[in-house]
C-alpha cells in the first residue's frame, strides 16, 4: 500500500522548519559576534551549517517522492520546480545584487559573486550575490539531474555514475561537489519509506552518527556523516507519522511552510537588524532572530503564499480547460 498522497508528510515540513532556523542561528552568532565578543556557545553555532546538509536530504526525499507519487510528467516537474524555487527567490535575489552592488560593505564579509549566477542560479562556479544562494545552484542543478535521469528512466545508472564522478573527481565544481550525496541519502530514504521499510533503531543510528562525528572533530569536511544520518532520522520519523505515532504541530508545520521564505530572507536582515539593534548581548542577539523570522513569514505569507496559489489556480484552470477540449 503506498503512503497517503493526499497530504503533506507534516515532519518533513517539520524537518525544514528546524533546517532553516540552525541556518539562522549559524549566520546570527557571527554578526552578534561583531559587536559583542561575550556572546556564549559561537562555536556551537558555527556548526550551524548542518541544517544545509539537512536542507539537501530533505530535497532528495520530497523530489523523488513527489514524483512518484503525483506521476509528474517532464513538464509539470520543471514547472513545478520553478514554480517553487526560482519565482520566490527572483526578487530577494535581485534585490541583494541592487543592495550589494550599492554598499558593498553592507555584506558580512566581501566577496566577488556574478550577476548572472544572481539572476540565473544556474550552476556556475561563480556565487550568486544573495550568499545562501550556493545552496540553490546545487539545488537547481539536482533538478536537471534528476529530471534527466528519471524521465530517461536511467535513476539509478545515472545516480551510480554521477556518484561514482564525486568520488573520483571532487574538485571539478557545483555538478562534482561531494554534498550532491546527500541527495542521494534522500532519495533512499523517501524509496525506503514508499515500501515502508525501517526500524525503531534507526533513531539512535542517527544519534551515533552525529556524536561520531563530534567526536571527530565536527569538521565541515566531514558533513556527509551528519547527512547519513539525516537520511536516517528523516526516514524513521516519517514512518512513525505515517503509522500514526507522532504527530506535529501545526505552528511548526506552518513554519516549514514558511522555511524557504526565511532561508531567502534573513541574509539581507541581518546587517539592518544588527546595526540597528542595542549592541548588546543577549538583546541583540534576540532582535536578529525575531526581526529574520517576521520577515520571512511576512514574506511567504503576503508574496510567496499568494504567488503559489495563483499559480496553481491558473494551472489548473488550464488542465481542466485542456481535457474539456480533448473531450
Given at each position: 500500500?503506498?503512503?497517503?498522497?493526499?497530504?503533506?508528510?507534516?515532519?518533513?515540513?517539520?524537518?525544514?522548519?528546524?533546517?532553516?532556523?540552525?541556518?539562522?542561528?549559524?549566520?546570527?552568532?557571527?554578526?552578534?559576534?561583531?559587536?559583542?565578543?561575550?556572546?556564549?556557545?559561537?562555536?556551537?553555532?558555527?556548526?550551524?551549517?548542518?541544517?544545509?546538509?539537512?536542507?539537501?536530504?530533505?530535497?532528495?526525499?520530497?523530489?523523488?517522492?513527489?514524483?512518484?507519487?503525483?506521476?509528474?510528467?517532464?513538464?509539470?516537474?520543471?514547472?513545478?520546480?520553478?514554480?517553487?524555487?526560482?519565482?520566490?527567490?527572483?526578487?530577494?535575489?535581485?534585490?541583494?545584487?541592487?543592495?550589494?552592488?550599492?554598499?558593498?560593505?553592507?555584506?558580512?564579509?566581501?566577496?566577488?559573486?556574478?550577476?548572472?549566477?544572481?539572476?540565473?542560479?544556474?550552476?556556475?562556479?561563480?556565487?550568486?550575490?544573495?550568499?545562501?544562494?550556493?545552496?540553490?545552484?546545487?539545488?537547481?542543478?539536482?533538478?536537471?539531474?534528476?529530471?534527466?535521469?528519471?524521465?530517461?528512466?536511467?535513476?539509478?545508472?545515472?545516480?551510480?555514475?554521477?556518484?561514482?564522478?564525486?568520488?573520483?573527481?571532487?574538485?571539478?565544481?557545483?555538478?562534482?561537489?561531494?554534498?550532491?550525496?546527500?541527495?542521494?541519502?534522500?532519495?533512499?530514504?523517501?524509496v525506503l519509506y514508499r515500501r515502508k521499510i525501517g526500524h525503531w533503531l534507526?533513531?539512535?543510528?542517527?544519534?551515533?552518527?552525529?556524536?561520531?562525528?563530534?567526536?571527530?572533530?565536527?569538521?565541515?569536511?566531514?558533513?556527509?556523516?551528519?547527512?547519513?544520518?539525516?537520511?536516517?532520522?528523516?526516514?524513521?520519523?516519517?514512518?512513525?507519522?505515517?503509522?500514526?505515532?507522532?504527530?506535529?504541530?501545526?505552528?511548526?508545520?506552518?513554519?516549514?511552510?514558511?522555511?524557504?521564505?526565511?532561508?531567502?530572507?534573513?541574509?539581507?536582515?541581518?546587517?539592518?537588524?544588527?546595526?540597528?539593534?542595542?549592541?548588546?548581548?543577549?538583546?541583540?542577539?534576540?532582535?536578529?532572530?525575531?526581526?529574520?523570522?517576521?520577515?520571512?513569514?511576512?514574506?511567504?505569507?503576503?508574496?510567496?503564499?499568494?504567488?503559489?496559489?495563483?499559480?496553481?489556480?491558473?494551472?489548473?484552470?488550464?488542465?481542466?480547460?485542456?481535457?474539456?477540449?480533448?473531450?
Amino acid at each position: 500500500m503506498e503512503p497517503d498522497s493526499r497530504r503533506t508528510i507534516d515532519t518533513l515540513q517539520a524537518g525544514r522548519a528546524i533546517a532553516a532556523f540552525v541556518v539562522l542561528l549559524h549566520h546570527v552568532g557571527p554578526w552578534a559576534y561583531l559587536y559583542d565578543r561575550s556572546v556564549p556557545g559561537l562555536g556551537a553555532l558555527e556548526r550551524g551549517y548542518v541544517g544545509v546538509d539537512f536542507f539537501f536530504v530533505l530535497s532528495g526525499f520530497i523530489i523523488y517522492h513527489a514524483t512518484v507519487e503525483k506521476k509528474r510528467s517532464v513538464r509539470g516537474f520543471a514547472t513545478a520546480r520553478l514554480r517553487r524555487v526560482l519565482l520566490p527567490y527572483l526578487p530577494i535575489g535581485l534585490l541583494a545584487a541592487v543592495v550589494y552592488a550599492r554598499f558593498p560593505g553592507l555584506q558580512y564579509e566581501p566577496r566577488e559573486w556574478s550577476w548572472l549566477s544572481s539572476l540565473t542560479l544556474l550552476p556556475l562556479n561563480a556565487a550568486p550575490a544573495l550568499s545562501v544562494a550556493w545552496t540553490l545552484q546545487h539545488e537547481m542543478f539536482f533538478y536537471f539531474a534528476f529530471a534527466l535521469l528519471y524521465f530517461s528512466r536511467l535513476l539509478w545508472p545515472g545516480l551510480a555514475i554521477w556518484l561514482a564522478a564525486i568520488v573520483f573527481w571532487p574538485t571539478g565544481g557545483i555538478p562534482v561537489h561531494p554534498i550532491n550525496i546527500e541527495f542521494m541519502f534522500g532519495i533512499m530514504a523517501a524509496v525506503l519509506y514508499r515500501r515502508k521499510i525501517g526500524h525503531w533503531l534507526l533513531l539512535p543510528a542517527a544519534a551515533a552518527l552525529l556524536a561520531l562525528w563530534l567526536f571527530l572533530g565536527g569538521l565541515e569536511q566531514q558533513r556527509l556523516i551528519v547527512g547519513l544520518a539525516c537520511a536516517l532520522l528523516t526516514l524513521e520519523v516519517a514512518l512513525l507519522e505515517q503509522k500514526g505515532a507522532i504527530r506535529t504541530p501545526a505552528w511548526l508545520v506552518f513554519m516549514g511552510a514558511a522555511s524557504y521564505a526565511l532561508y531567502l530572507t534573513h541574509d539581507l536582515v541581518l546587517p539592518v537588524a544588527t546595526r540597528l539593534s542595542a549592541h548588546g548581548w543577549p538583546l541583540m542577539f534576540a532582535v536578529d532572530v525575531l526581526a529574520c523570522l517576521a520577515v520571512g513569514v511576512g514574506y511567504y505569507w503576503f508574496f510567496e503564499r499568494p504567488l503559489l496559489k495563483l499559480l496553481t489556480k491558473r494551472i489548473l484552470i488550464k488542465e481542466g480547460t485542456a481535457r474539456a477540449a480533448s473531450t
